[in-house]
């Protein structure tokens, strides 16, 4: 089986990437965090298997937070 293709986030307005990081900074729930630091560092060009190494999560995990994002908007940040 070969490599999956790279998942990048859509391009992030100045303002978006300012709201990514003060909810990485102050989020209390713990799955909204996680969710805006893949976002972000996806943001930031690290490919999905980076992101789920640094975070030990799956890179399926990393690659359904990046897709909804991309679907959603920050509505895909918060917990269901």
Do not use: C, W
Request: zero cysteines.
């Amino acid at each position: 089986m070969g490599r999956r293709p790279e998942v990048f986030v859509r391009q992030v307005s100045m303002a978006e990437g300012q709201r990514l990081q003060q909810i990485s900074r102050t989020a209390k729930d713990p799955v909204k965090l996680r969710r805006a630091i893949v976002v972000l560092m996806s943001a930031q060009g690290q490919p999905a298997p980076d992101i789920a190494h640094l975070l030990r999560a799956s890179e399926d995990y990393v690659r359904e937070v990046i897709h909804a994002f991309n679907e959603r908007g920050f509505d895909a940040l918060s917990p269901k």
